[in-house]
């Protein structure tokens, strides 16, 4: 039977140089009360010293709180010299903090994607000593290139190239974990868990097993407490065999996703709301390089959405009313339903299933999904994509490596330059007032978060979609293949792509609907085409 205790007394629990895991993903399912317990202790007493912090999606600020953007969230609350010595996990754009320390090479750390940490957490979980994979290959992660080392301290190696039946793999090899920190919403007196208010099922079973398989410490966090027995035991998704403390959060860590909103009974599934349709965009160059990639998609599509340019898509079809032909999932596990955006990304309002984010991965690394709309910060000649490392900046790719690898289609989606690229529409035109200073396509990105290599050898179809042009990857390298009404081939694309591309012969012009604004009535035509 679990034990009821403070957070005071739960952050004395954790000793110097203990391999402590998080539960967490964006801002939902974060044990906020003990991470920032914890913190106080550090700062009072010093202690704990030398902790490896191990979660499988990046947690924390994420600039979503107005009402005090500089108040410490989530992972941050660890980045102290002398608490954090090694960090393992799949984001630090959430944790700016640690990112810093990161890269000024003051802590170990890996940016590992997160499906594979949900697969390896599972396989903790059963003392297997780890996970084959074929997601990674050819990126950062791969053992030939960086294998997930995000800065120049980080030296051992986590993951090895091995050879089965005469294919390559990648083998991750497990973590010994010796507590615990996980966040669910109501704990019975036994100290049974449930989750009945919480928008991403996340990890904290796997990661309490894969604890108590060390013999380690399992400490929860909950909203509530109920009596003993009346948890509905089909509700139960933490049993109080594998639970060692409860802590009730403080009443300002309560709400389902920080504060971003307290509780909405259809972000969790309690019930279903009547939603008009997603919002829709402004014409700007975000929703022309939206509008151009909703022209991919087919009847019946199983789409995985990124943040940011993946809402831009949904609130598209809305817009032009094939919304409902569509299954839009997410990979903190929903799937169907209004994908959320800001602080609730990881949640749908209206989802018709919420799994397991292990489990969603699993089905994303077996192509069960028929396109993947991500983000590129930099692309480049061979179709490689890097999202999760910049110059000075430390970034991990969450959930990018599996969802791009595994989806059918990948549309990668971004503006051609950036810093101070100023555009506008006129006219049923791109018009580029003012040209970034920095070129995005590029002779080699500065880190491979997506291979360019692997999506030939795999024959997949890749297309990289700007606000003023078109590329497809082929065998034979990047091709040019549309360009936006308005724009010069010479000055505003070729003279701006620093790598190597070649110019297809049938170069279209993309569809002038794009650029009007009034809804292109493009449903009928979405509507014919057939899956491939």
């Known amino acids: 039977m679990a034990k009821f205790i403070t957070k005071e007394e739960a952050a004395k629990l954790i000793p110097d140089r203990a391999t402590l895991a998080v539960t967490g993903f964006v ?18 007493e010093g202690c704990p010293r030398g ?81 084959f994979t074929k997601t990674g290959i050819g990126t950062y992660v791969d ?9 120049l301290i980080t030296d051992e190696d986590i993951v090895r190239v091995m050879e089965v039946d005469g294919e390559e793999w990648l083998f991750f090899k497990s973590v010994d974990l010796d507590a615990c920190f996980i966040r669910c919403t109501t704990a ?19 990661m309490a097993q894969a604890v108590k398989a060390r013999d380690g410490i399992v400490i929860a966090e909950v909203t509530r407490v109920a009596k003993a027995g009346t948890l509905d035991p089909r509700r139960v998704r933490v049993p109080f065999i594998v639970v060692d403390y409860v802590v009730v959060s403080d009443e300002r860590h309560k709400s389902q996703a920080y504060d971003a909103f307290y509780f909405n009974p259809a972000a969790c599934g309690e019930l279903r709301v009547p939603v008009d349709s997603i919002n829709s965009i402004p014409l700007d160059q975000r929703k022309t390089i939206a509008r151009r990639a909703a022209m991919e998609l087919f009847p019946g599509a199983i789409v995985s959405l990124g943040i940011g340019i993946g809402e831009g898509v949904a609130a598209v079809a809305a817009e032009e009313g094939f919304d409902d032909a569509l299954t839009l999932t997410v990979e903190g596990g929903a799937i169907g339903g209004i994908p959320c955006g800001g602080a609730g990304f990881g949640a749908s309002i209206n989802a018709c299933a919420m799994i397991h984010q292990k489990e969603q991965f699993d089905f994303y690394d077996g192509c069960g999904v028929d396109f993947c709309f991500l983000g590129m910060a930099e692309f480049d000649e061979s179709g490689n994509v890097n999202v999760s490392k910049m110059p000075g900046r430390v970034i991990g790719s969450g959930g990018f490596v599996n969802i791009s690898q595994g989806a059918k289609e990948a549309v990668f989606c971004g503006t051609l330059t950036t810093g101070g690229l100023k555009t506008k529409i006129e006219d049923g035109k791109m018009v580029i007032v003012q040209e970034g200073g920095t070129k995005k396509l590029l002779p080699q990105v500065e880190q491979i978060t997506y291979s360019g290599n692997f999506a030939v050898q795999n024959k997949k ?42 110019v297809s012969p049938d170069l279209k012009v993309m569809d002038h609907r794009i650029y009007l604004p009034q809804p292109m009535n493009i449903k009928d035509e979405i509507g014919v085409k057939k899956r491939p």
Do not use: W
Not at 188 to 206: K, Y
């Open 51 to 131: 902790l490896t912090l191990f979660s499988e999606g990046g947690f924390g600020h994420f600039n979503f709180f107005p009402d005090n953007p500089e108040e410490i969230r989530g992972q941050d609350h660890f980045a102290h010299e002398g608490l954090l010595a090694k960090s393992i996990t799949a984001h630090y754009g959430m944790a700016p903090a640690t990112g810093r320390l990161i890269a000024r090479n003051k802590i170990r750390a890996y940016a590992i994607p997160q499906g594979i940490l949900a697969q390896l957490t599972h396989a903790m979980a059963g003392r297997k000593p780890g996970i």
């Open 143 to 151: 053992p030939r290139i960086d294998g997930g080392k995000m800065n």
């Open 461 to 502: 179809k890749v297309i990289y979609i700007t606000e003023r042009c078109v590329f497809e990857l082929r065998p034979d390298g990047m091709v040019l293949t549309e360009i936006a009404p308005g724009i010069d081939l010479q000055t505003h694309v070729l003279d701006q792509v620093v790598g190597k591309i070649k």
């Open 188 to 206: 019975d007196e036994l100290g049974n868990l449930s989750m009945e208010h919480d928008t991403v099922i996340t990890e904290p079973l796997q």
């Open 27 to 44: 801002a939902s399912n974060v044990p906020e009360t003990l991470c920032s317990a914890l913190e106080d202790r550090f700062i009072k």
